[in-house]
């Protein structure tokens, strides 16, 4: 149980454009979903979190416009990379946490496999 | 500042021997603590967490053990496989922060020798 699926798991785009990545909890409903990047050799850094119906809150640092986050349902969520970047090229991965009282526990997170995003 | 620390890049471990993987924060809000462990171009897997509240958990050949007073915490693997080597991350969260995400160390490499 707690799979959590992205999609796609790559995506090679050119720069100007914009890139939208799926995370959807495949078996278990999910009112907060994290979305985390990770640099090359580098650890996780969490860019914002998303709530199910509310607007994302995002960390410091983190352009809100130019990554757009909608959480549609309790089993979806996606990350918008828009007027994509050579810079933003990067391990994009999202986590859910089941909702309390479900599989999981209150604070587990499941992760997903990661989007590798390169952006030309 | 970091406040997650895995201060061993790497760790090598004969298979069959104990691995041991060390974490210090700095934050004395986390309580709640996990590991996940992750191979190249993939998302973590959880593994095993602990609630500040405890100092041990176990499951299976994985154990972690929590000094608070230290803010330390470690994972131990035991007996040590070829399948257990990847990277494994320590995280920490604060248990009811509503949605708070995790905070993730550096990760440390572990590599199982035959």
């Known amino acids: 149980g707690a799979v959590v699926s992205q999609h796609p798991s790559r995506v090679i785009c050119k720069s100007g454009t914009s890139v939208k990545i799926e995370c959807r909890s495949l078996?278990?409903?999910?009112?907060?979903m994290f979305w985390y990047r990770q640099f090359p050799k580098k650890s996780l850094m969490l860019m914002a979190t998303s709530n199910e119906g509310s607007k994302a809150t995002y960390e410091q640092g983190v352009e809100k416009d130019k990554f757009l986050i909608n959480h549609a349902s309790l089993t979806l969520s996606t990350l918008t990379v828009t007027s994509a970047h050579p810079e933003d090229s990067s391990f994009y991965i999202c986590?859910?946490?089941?909702?309390?009282?479900?599989?999981?526990?209150?604070?587990?997170?499941?992760f997903g496999p990661g989007t590798r995003l390169t952006v030309l | 500042d970091q406040q997650v620390k895995q201060n061993s890049p790497s760790l090598s471990v004969q298979e069959g021997r104990i691995s041991i993987l060390n974490c210090d924060y700095t934050?004395?809000?986390?309580?709640?603590f996990l590991w996940y462990k992750k191979y190249p171009a993939e998302g973590p897997t959880f593994l095993i967490s602990?609630?500040?509240?405890?100092d041990k958990n176990e499951d299976g050949r994985f154990t972690v053990f929590l000094n608070k007073s230290a803010k330390h915490l470690s994972l131990h693997i035991v007996p040590s496989q070829p399948g257990d080597s990847a990277v494994y991350f320590c995280a920490a969260s604060v248990l009811g922060g509503g949605a708070d995400g995790l905070t993730f160390g550096k990760g440390t490499h572990l590599i199982i020798q035959p």
């Open positions: 078996d278990f409903q999910a009112t907060t």
């Open positions: 986590s859910a946490r089941p909702l309390i009282g479900t599989s999981g526990g209150t604070d587990t997170q499941y």
């Open positions: 934050n004395s809000m986390f309580d709640y």
């Open positions: 602990i609630s500040s509240i405890k």
